[in-house]
C-alpha cells in the first residue's frame, strides 16, 4: 500500500519540474512512510511513497521491467501475484523478486492493458510503456484506491493519489467547481469523476486513462457491476456455496509480510471476516474500539466473537473529540467530505496501526447483500411510482408532499412529507434524496441567492442517472447499481482509505473480492433482501459461525451522536460562529443558517446532517488557506 505520483508532457519530451514531483510524493509520506523512489525520463517523471506490505526487501518502486521496456509506479495489493508469477515464469520471463509490484509490472509488459482482467486485488497504478511511449492510468473494479488526474495550462498530465498532492506540485490553478459544490451541499460528498476543483478529475473505477504525446487522454472503462440475475440454485445451496466464497476471498487477501489482523465490531460483516480468517490458521489478531457512550459502544458484542474464536484481542476506549478532530479530517481528505462516521473511523484505523500494518474489514457487504435500512423502503416507493404514470404521481403524490406538514423532529425515514415527494419523483431524483445529507427543501433555504443562480444547469442528479444508464432493473438491484457506482467508491472506500493511510495501516475489504461481487450480484433479489430485512443469504451462511444474537440483533452502527454533539454549549456548530470562512464563501445565507442552529440547539428540528455538511465545507476552506479560526 503506498502513494503514487507522476509528470507527463502530453506535447513531447520538456524536462520534468523535478521538485514539484518531490512536493507531490512529500504530500502523500503519510501513506508510504517506510520510503521513496522517483524515475525520470525525458518527458515523463514518476514518483512513489512505500508502505511495505509484501516482499519488503524487493518491492522498491517506481519498479523497472527486467528488460527496461516499462515502468511501473502502483498503489495497492494484487492478491493473487503468485499465481501470475507462475504464469509469467512459464512464459519464460525470468523474475527476480518476489513481490506483486513485479508479477504487474511483467504482466502488463506482455499483455498491455488485457492484463488488468487477470488482476484479483485493489489498485491503482501507472505503467510507463518505453516502447510504444504511451502512459497507462488504472484503478481497481470497485474503487478501493483513488487515483486524481489533471492537464495542466502547460500541456503536463499529473496524477497522484490524493488531491493533496495535485495542489503540492504548484503545477495546476485550482479553483472550486460550482457543480462540485452543488453535488457537495446536497450528498456530503463529491462523486466521482469531479473533484472540488475544476479540471481535476477522480479516475473512475475499474477504468484506464491512456495517454500518448500529441493525443488526447482516452478514457475506457473495463469491468461494470451487472445484475444479470443467473443462478438456479435453493437459497440453502447458495448459502453453502457464499460460505466458500467467503473463505477463499479471506484466504486470497491473508498475503501479507507484515503483522496483519482484522477490524472486529458487533455486527454480522467483521464477525464473519474474522470467523473465516480464524480458518486459515493460527491465532488472528482482532481490533476493536469501544465509545463512552453505551448506545454505540458494541465491545460486549466483539468480546463474544472474540472468545469463540480465541482472537488475540485488543480493546481501545476512545472518546471521539468532534472539535478536536474537525480541522485534521479536512486535512486528511482534501475535499469537503461530511460523513460523520470519518471520525470514528479515523479512531479505529489509528487504534488498530498500534497492533498489525494490515486489517481485514467488511466493508462492501451492506452494498451487495443490500444491508442498508433504505433498500426496503426504496423498493416499496419504485414498486408504486412502476404502478402509476410520471404524470399521474407528480399531480397526486407531489401535490400531497406540497400540502403535508414539515415534521422536521422525526426521523427521516418517518417524515410522510419526504415519502410523497419522493413518491412524485422519477427514480433518480427519489434515490438521491435517500442518500443526502441535505433535504433539497432544506438546502434551498440555506444557499443564498447568487451560489443558487451560478449553479443553474448543474445537474445534481447526474451521478445518479449516470450509474443507472438506462439500464432496466428490479428496484432492489437498481438501488445496489447506484450505490455501488457512486456511493461505494466515493464515500465509503473514500472514508476508509483516507482514514487508514493516514495512520499508515492497510485495510483491505474481502466482500469486494469481484468474484464475490459478480456471484452476489447474480442471485435472485429475494436472495439479498428478505421478508426479515437485508443480508439474508449473507445471514444464512453464517449461522454456524456466528452467534445468533450478532445475525439477528439490532445493529448499533458507527456513526457517532451527531445530532447531540451539534446541541452542546461548546460544541463543533460554534465554530460556525467563531469562522468567516464559509461566510466569505457567498455560497450561503447566513440568516437561515443561524434559524437552523437555533432551531436544532432548542431540539425543536434536527438539522445535523445540514449543519454537519456545512461544518466540514468550513473546514475545508479554512485548511485550503491553513488559516486560524
Not at 517506510?34 to 517523471?45: T, W
Request: glycine share 10%.
Amino acid at each position: 500500500m503506498c502513494g503514487i505520483a507522476g509528470i507527463f508532457d502530453l506535447e513531447g519530451e520538456r524536462l520534468i519540474d523535478a521538485r514539484a514531483l518531490k512536493r507531490m510524493t512529500d504530500a502523500l509520506a503519510h501513506r508510504g512512510p517506510d520510503g521513496e523512489g522517483f524515475f525520470e525520463a525525458p518527458g515523463i517523471g514518476l514518483g512513489h511513497r512505500r508502505l511495505a506490505i509484501i516482499d519488503i526487501d524487493g518491492g522498491a518502486q517506481p519498479f523497472t521491467t527486467g528488460g527496461g521496456d516499462s515502468v511501473l509506479t502502483y498503489n495497492g495489493e494484487i492478491y493473487n501475484y503468485r499465481e501470475l508469477r507462475r504464469h509469467l515464469s512459464n512464459s519464460g520471463v525470468r523474475l527476480r523478486t518476489n513481490s506483486d509490484t513485479e508479477a504487474l509490472a511483467e504482466g502488463l509488459r506482455l499483455q498491455g492493458s488485457g492484463f488488468i482482467g487477470a488482476l484479483r486485488g485493489m489498485f491503482a497504478f501507472a505503467n510507463w510503456d518505453q516502447r510504444a511511449r504511451t502512459l497507462t492510468l488504472a484503478r481497481d473494479r470497485l474503487g478501493e484506491k483513488p487515483l486524481y488526474y489533471a492537464v495542466t495550462p502547460g500541456g503536463f498530465l499529473i496524477f497522484a493519489s490524493e488531491i493533496g498532492a495535485i495542489a503540492a506540485s504548484g503545477l495546476m490553478p485550482l479553483h472550486h467547481s460550482t457543480g462540485a459544490l452543488s453535488d457537495y451541499f446536497f450528498y456530503g460528498y463529491v462523486p466521482d469523476p469531479q473533484s472540488i476543483y475544476q479540471g481535476v478529475f477522480k479516475l473512475p473505477p475499474a477504468s484506464t486513462l491512456t495517454c500518448a504525446r500529441g493525443k488526447t487522454p482516452a478514457l475506457s472503462r473495463y469491468w461494470r457491476p451487472e445484475f444479470e440475475i443467473s443462478q438456479d440454485t435453493s437459497f440453502e445451496h447458495s448459502a453453502s456455496a457464499l460460505l466458500e466464497l467467503i473463505d477463499d476471498a479471506v484466504m486470497a487477501q491473508t498475503v501479507a509480510d507484515a503483522p496483519l489482523g482484522a477490524f472486529l465490531s458487533g455486527g454480522v460483516d467483521s464477525s464473519s471476516i474474522v470467523a473465516s480468517l480464524a480458518k486459515t490458521g493460527g491465532a488472528p489478531t482482532t481490533c476493536t474500539i469501544g465509545f463512552d457512550d453505551a448506545a454505540f459502544d458494541e465491545r460486549a458484542e466483539a468480546r463474544k466473537t472474540a472468545a469463540r474464536y480465541k482472537t488475540v484481542h485488543h480493546e481501545d476506549v476512545v472518546t471521539v473529540d468532534a472539535a478536536a478532530l474537525i480541522d485534521r479530517i479536512a486535512k486528511i481528505y482534501g475535499e469537503p467530505f461530511a460523513d460523520a462516521s470519518a471520525l470514528p473511523t479515523y479512531e479505529v484505523s489509528k487504534a488498530a496501526r498500534r497492533h498489525v500494518k494490515v486489517a481485514l474489514s467488511g466493508d462492501g457487504s451492506d452494498e451487495i447483500f443490500a444491508g442498508y435500512r433504505r433498500y426496503p423502503l426504496f423498493v416499496a416507493e419504485e414498486r408504486l411510482r412502476r404502478l402509476a404514470p410520471p404524470g399521474i404521481r407528480r399531480a397526486s403524490f407531489g401535490a400531497l408532499g406540497a400540502l403535508y406538514p414539515k415534521l422536521d423532529w422525526a426521523p427521516r425515514p418517518l417524515r410522510l412529507k419526504t415519502t410523497l415527494q419522493a413518491l412524485g419523483e422519477d427514480s433518480a431524483a427519489a434515490y438521491a434524496r435517500a442518500v443526502s445529507v441535505s433535504l433539497p427543501d432544506r438546502l434551498s433555504a440555506m444557499l443564498s441567492g447568487d451560489f443558487v443562480k451560478a449553479a443553474l444547469g448543474q445537474d445534481r442528479l447526474a451521478p445518479v442517472r449516470n450509474a443507472i444508464d438506462g439500464r432496466t432493473l428490479d428496484p432492489l438491484s437498481l438501488a445496489q447499481a447506484i450505490d455501488l457506482e457512486t456511493w461505494l467508491p466515493g464515500r465509503m472506500l473514500t472514508k476508509l482509505d483516507r482514514a487508514s493511510m493516514a495512520n499508515g495501516l492497510e485495510v483491505r475489504a474481502p466482500f469486494l473480492d469481484h468474484r464475490l461481487v459478480e456471484w452476489a450480484l447474480a442471485l435472485t433479489p429475494s436472495f439479498r433482501l428478505g421478508d426479515g430485512g437485508g443480508k439474508r443469504i449473507l445471514k444464512a451462511s453464517q449461522k454456524a459461525r456466528v452467534d445468533h444474537d450478532i445475525l439477528y440483533g439490532a445493529k448499533k452502527g458507527f456513526s457517532p451522536p451527531l445530532a447531540a454533539w451539534l446541541r452542546k454549549a461548546d460544541g463543533p456548530v460554534d465554530r460556525l460562529h467563531q469562522s468567516q470562512a464559509w461566510k466569505q464563501s457567498g455560497c450561503f445565507e447566513p440568516k437561515a443558517v443561524e434559524t437552523m442552529i437555533a432551531r436544532h440547539r432548542k431540539g425543536v428540528s434536527d438539522y445535523s446532517q445540514e449543519l454537519w455538511m456545512l461544518i466540514m465545507f468550513d473546514a475545508f476552506l479554512r485548511q485550503e488557506t491553513a488559516s486560524p479560526l
